[in-house]
T-cell receptor
Framework: GAVVSQHPSWVICKSGTSVKIECRSLDFQATTMFWYRQFPKQSLMLMAT?????????EQGVEKDKFLINHASLTLSTLTVTSAHPEDSSFYIC????????????FGPGTRLTVL | AQSVAQPEDQVNVAEGNPLTVKCTYSVSGNPYLFWYVQYPNRGLQFLLKYITGDNLVKGSYGFEAEFNKSQTSFHLKKPSALVSDSALYFCAVRRASGTYKYIFGTGTRLKVLA
């Protein structure tokens, strides 16, 4: 149980294009999902908290117009990197909060984004 | 402010020996504490957590951690290390009430030598 998937696992795109990353909780409902960014050999940086049916809450310094988050259902959140640039290249990881199990976050396998 | 410290960037241990990965935290109120493991180019896998109750928590793959309130620590341990335990380990904390957000430590790379 408590499986979270991400799609795609990796993506290469040209500068200026937009990329959508999906995060799904496969066997539980998640009213809250989180999006993280991880740079090489560094810890996870929380970008935003995604709330089902309402607007996401962004961390300080994260551009909400650049990183669009939609949490349309209890099992799906999407992160769209708009007008991507090489500096957006990173490993993006989502997590989903399972409310039934004492607030444990379960993480997806991550998406490697490379912007050329 | 909440914070998590993992003082060692890397820990080396011989296979079969006990291992310890250190974590200390700072949080207002009661903490929820977590350990996750990350293999290369993968997401984080949940190992164990402390919410309340017994200070010694047992988790996946033979790992355990001890919550020490007076020392504000939550060190990860395993009696006998395996080569396959080699990975990046993250400690995380959140407050028992309020925000659901985790604060992660910087990670400790564990290398188990055959």
């Amino acid at each position: 149980g408590a499986v979270v998937s991400q799609h795609p696992s990796w993506v290469i795109c040209k500068s200026g294009t937009s990329v959508k990353i999906e995060c799904r909780s496969l066997d539980f409902q998640a009213t809250t999902m989180f999006w993280y960014r991880q740079f090489p050999k560094q810890s996870l940086m929380l970008m935003a908290t995604s709330n089902e049916g309402s607007k996401a809450t962004y961390e300080q310094g994260v551009e909400k117009d650049k990183f669009l988050i939609n949490h349309a259902s209890l099992t799906l959140s999407t992160l769209t990197v708009t007008s991507a640039h090489p500096e957006d290249s990173s490993f993006y990881i989502c997590s989903a909060r399972e409310e039934e199990v004492k607030d444990t976050q379960y993480f997806g396998p991550g998406t490697r984004l490379t912007v050329l | 402010a909440q914070s998590v410290a993992q003082p060692e960037d890397q820990v080396n241990v011989a296979e079969g020996n006990p291992l310890t990965v250190k974590c200390t935290y700072s949080v207002s109120g009661n903490p929820y504490l977590f350990w996750y493991v990350q293999y290369p180019n993968r997401g984080l896998q949940f190992l164990l957590k402390y919410i309340t109750g017994d200070n010694l928590v047992k988790g996946s793959y033979g790992f355990e951690a001890e919550f020490n309130k007076s020392q504000t620590s939550f060190h990860l341990k395993k009696p006998s290390a395996l080569v396959s335990d080699s990975a990046l380990y993250f400690c995380a904390v959140r407050r028992a009430s309020g925000t659901y957000k985790y604060i992660f430590g910087t990670g400790t790379r564990l290398k188990v030598l055959a």
